[in-house]
Every structure is written in C-alpha cells, then in structure tokens.
C-alpha cells in the first residue's frame, strides 16, 4: 500500500498579513473616530489607513473615494435610532406621569452625545454637511414627537392641565438638552440624580397647575 504525504495537500495557514487586514468595518471605525476628532478636510485617506492597518486600494474597494468613506463613518455614527427605540418602548402606554419620568431619565442617562462630535458635520472647514444634519433633525423631531404623545395622553386623560403638548415638550427637552450639552461642550458632569429630581419635579408641577 502505497502512503499518501498529507503534508503537501494541507491548507496552507493564514499568513500575518492576511491576518491583520482589516475589513470595511476597522476602516470605518477609524475612520469615524479621525473624522470626528478632526472634521472631513482635515483628514486623509492615509492617515485612516495608518490608524486601520491598511492601504488606500482597500479604502477604494470597500467605499470607493473619500465622501464614500465619509458619508459611511457618518451614516454609522450620527444615528439616534437605539435611543429613540428605547425612549419610545418605555414611555408609550400608561401613566403619563410615570411616562415622564422614564423620558427624563433615559434622556439625561442615555443621549448618544457621540452623534453630535462637530467633525461629524464639516465637509469643509466652515460648510455643514447637509446629509449629516437633515439626518439628525429628523431624528431629533421623533424625539419631540416621543414626548408630546406623553404630554397628549396626559392632558387628554386629565393628568395633565389643558396646554399645547408640543411646547410642553419643546420646554422639557430645552431643559434636558441643557444639561446634556454642558456634560458634551464643557465637561460640567454635575450631579445626574440631582438634576433628574429637578426637572422631573418642576415639569409635573408645571404640567398639573395650581392644586
């Protein structure tokens, strides 16, 4: 009986290099991390590739220039859609009170500040991108739209006193987007437990009027 040598016919191992190239997701998040620290113009197909551990022809590839790449790391980055489903599950039926308070505190313990990094938004040194930014205000809108369907199913069920529930919900999340943007821009952490007791409190108060 004649041996078969098995070592010619085995697979051939993984070289090191094939081992460390990256797919279109190490290249995206690189990407979004330079673009959001940096903004678009000062960013380039290079220096993604130094921080992703590959060359431009893969770049090319998976996103075919650099606004291809952009608006990918974009896309990827500035979405509200978790956050919105949460807000949106936890607070759409029952008491309209108790709704309140969820929206208030999944807001302030759970905003994606990540979605709002200025490099996100800057094409060019001063021009917005405006695919970016259609994008996040319409997110924003189903936020305030989260809110003034609490606000409606209380004032309309006698919880709440008689008011325009979207500028109710206008001032609820100005007073919470308040508190997320001085932890965002200047890096004022506060007290979250104390904050989240304030607005609840003044919010109700004001919402259910005079006793």
Known sequence: MCEINVSSQAPKSTSSAQKRKPGS???????????????????????????ANTSPPMVYYYFKDKKGLFDAAVS????????????????????????????????LSSFPTQAFQPGLYLIETAKLDHASAVKISEQLDEVRGIATSIIERGVGDGTFRKTDPESAADCL??????????QFHFSKLGDLKKWKRFITEFFLSAMRGPS
């Open 25 to 51: 997701a190490a290249i995206l998040e690189a990407a979004a991390k330079l673009f959001a620290e940096r903004g678009y113009a000062n960013v380039s197909i290079r220096d993604v590739c130094r921080d």
């Open 76 to 107: 990827q980055r500035v979405s509200l859609g978790g956050f919105i489903s949460r807000l949106r599950e936890r607070t759409k039926t029952g008491d309209a009170a108790r709704s309140v308070k969820t929206f208030i505190d999944i807001y």
């Open 173 to 182: 999340i100005g007073m919470l987007n308040h508190v997320v943007f001085q």
